[in-house]
Every structure is written in structure tokens, then in C-alpha cells.
């Protein structure tokens, strides 16, 4: 088996309820060694009235990340050509993200910002990889706790950027993880 040399291209989106247009979309793109490479951060306005469960649990993690851009459509706009960018030869990363950040992708190929190729594929949710390795896939967060993961202090979840960083991390730990397995079996 091949070693892992692939970069890691985490993104994550916060929306106003789960099935709405996101209002902040943040990406980390890390080399296999763990270095980071390249980030990006938006945010627009919210759209509708806002979700008490995002009041109370999503915007406080989120203080101090200004609106970027007017609209959605233009912030998608920016986050598609950072997507191009950085996607070629890298392991597009996310956690739990179906509707999230499965539908950040399907707005940007209807919004024709991206061709309907230009997907993950594979995609990489990290529910499944946790789980397979017998950990809570419902948390990056007790993942990077366990095993001493060192995350950059962007905040807690729901901070897009801090959500991003750790699901990268998590993913590069869980591929180190493999690489080990894999020497020991031959």
C-alpha cells in the first residue's frame, strides 16, 4: 500500500438550520505532514429569521468572523474558486456532512461555479472512518481530545474555521493510524 502524500482539503459551513443556504463557509487546506498550506473564511449575511438553536449555540462561537461578502451566492462564488485551487490531488474532507456541506456542493454546481465533476469524489465524512476504527463518530472534538490533537485556537465547534482544522487533523491522525496498521501487517 501506498504511503499517504495526498494534501487535506477540510471545509466546513454553518447554516441557519440544517437545510437553509450557509451563512459562513471556512476550508483549511494541510500538506501529509501536517503542515498547513491555506485557509479561507466568509460570511454573509443570514438570511430569514434566525434559528433559536443557532443563536444560542452557533453565533457565539462565531464572534469576531466579520461578514466578507453581500450575499451567499457571492460568497459560494469565492469559496468555488478556492475550492478549484486546492481540490486537485487532495482528500476533500468534512464531518457529518450531509446536508451542511454536501449542499454548499450541490449549490455550487447549480450556481454553475463548479462542473458537475468537480465533487469529492470519493468524498471523505469522517462519521464513517471514525466509526470503523470503533470511535464516536458523532465527534471530531472527542477524537482530537483522546489523542492529544493540537488544534489552533479559532474557538469551539461551530466556528467553521475551528470545525475545518479539526476534522483535517482528525483525518490526518486517522491516516497515520492506517499507515501503522499497514507496516505491522506486512
Known amino acids: 500500500m501506498k504511503k ?54 452557533v453565533l457565539p462561537e462565531m464572534e469576531g468572523i466579520e461578514e466578507t461578502h453581500a450575499s451567499y451566492e457571492a460568497m459560494l462564488k469565492d469559496f468555488a474558486e478556492f475550492y478549484k485551487q486546492w481540490k486537485n490531488g487532495a482528500d476533500i474532507v468534512f464531518h457529518m456532512g450531509m446536508p451542511v456541506e454536501s449542499t454548499v456542493l450541490k449549490d455550487m454546481v447549480e450556481k454553475g461555479e463548479i462542473g458537475i465533476f468537480d465533487g469529492p469524489y470519493p468524498p ?24 492529544n490533537l493540537e488544534i489552533t485556537d479559532y474557538g469551539t465547534s461551530h466556528n467553521p474555521l475551528y470545525d475545518s482544522e479539526v476534522a483535517a487533523k482528525v483525518y490526518l491522525d486517522l491516516m497515520k493510524r492506517r499507515e501503522k496498521i499497514i507496516e505491522q501487517s506486512v
Open 4 to 57: 499517504f502524500e495526498n494534501n487535506v482539503f477540510s471545509f466546513d459551513a454553518e447554516t441557519n438550520g440544517l437545510y437553509w443556504e450557509a451563512f459562513s463557509l471556512a476550508a483549511v487546506v494541510y500538506d501529509s505532514k501536517w503542515d498547513l498550506l491555506k485557509t479561507f473564511l466568509a460570511r454573509s449575511p443570514i438570511k430569514w429569521d434566525v434559528d433559536q438553536w443557532v443563536e444560542t449555540n
Open 124 to 147: 471523505k465524512d469522517l462519521v464513517w472512518y471514525l466509526d470503523m476504527v470503533g470511535e464516536d463518530p458523532t465527534s471530531v472534538d472527542g477524537y482530537a481530545k483522546k489523542y
